[in-house]
């Protein structure tokens, strides 16, 4: 992520913070009007005048933004900028060769999380109220799926999300492998699962290039709230897609808040 979506963001981010005072709104669009409305100067002032004009919207705006935002905004958007830095540099092992890797920060304010993604290779894309990171460019319809979707589970627990994975695993003709607790890539219970054709008994069998797995990763935070993070990839992509998933999912960070 470049360093001007970064500013987009975080001047989303103040503005979804922002608590307008109705009369200071007014008062301040009531000034700029006044001075739009005075008669026109001479045509060699009219750029100067234009930008001034500009400039006067612009600084009132972030008058009233900065001075209005609340305090919980403030804390979030200095945390990310005092902790996190925009891009940096990684290493990866790909098919025993290692690679540098160029990654950028992704912020979600919704969820409260961070996560750095390797761009060159992926992209992030909102599918109803998760996030997923996808192939920057497709695969084909000869592939399956590669992905890995992040999303917030409200007032349950892990027992609770857990059983409704192994649901969602049965009903998408999967089956479980694993359930663990990992601490790489992060701190967390993890569910591993393969298309069920190629399992039988718990193990796998003839297994094929493009056999479906997925990993389940499954994180709860102080309160009732829990992280489930769902990779998606196939075999002969595990070395590939697998690492980079992996080594993304390594800088995910839940952001607290602190007051």
């Known amino acids: 992520m470049k360093r001007d979506k970064l500013d987009e963001k975080i001047r989303d981010r103040l503005l979804e913070e922002t608590k307008i005072d109705l009369k200071l709104r007014e008062d301040t669009w009531e000034k700029i009007n006044n001075e739009i409305k005075k008669p026109e100067p001479p045509r060699k002032q009219t750029k ?43 290493e990866l092992e790909i098919e025993g060769q290692k690679e540098p890797s160029d990654v950028q920060l992704e912020v979600n304010e919704q969820l409260s999380y961070v996560i750095y993604i390797d761009e060159d290779h ?43 994975v192994k649901a969602q695993v049965n009903e998408e003709d999967f089956s479980m492998l694993t359930i663990e607790e990992v601490t790489e890539p992060i701190e967390a219970t993890m569910i591993y699962a393969m298309e069920s054709e190629y399992v039988e008994d718990g193990e796998i069998i003839d297994i094929q290039w493009d056999a479906e797995m997925q990993r389940y990763y499954i994180v709860q935070t102080d309160e009732d709230i829990v992280f489930m993070i769902k990779q998606q990839y196939f075999s002969e992509a595990e070395e590939g897609h697998g690492v980079r998933l992996d080594k993304m999912l390594k800088s995910f960070e839940i952001i607290t808040v602190e007051e």
Do not use: C, H
């Open 48 to 90: 100067r005048k234009r930008w001034f004009t500009s400039f006067l919207i612009a600084a009132a705006v972030m008058i009233i933004v900065i001075g209005t935002m609340t305090q919980p905004g403030r804390a979030m958007i200095q945390q990310i900028k005092d902790t996190f830095v925009p891009n940096k540099q990684v």
């Open 122 to 164: 992926y992209r992030m894309e909102k599918v109803g109220d998760a996030d997923q990171v996808v192939p920057k460019e497709p695969l084909g319809e000869l592939y399956p799926d590669v992905f890995m979707e992040i999303s917030k589970w409200n007032n349950t627990n892990v027992d609770k999300v857990i059983d409704q």
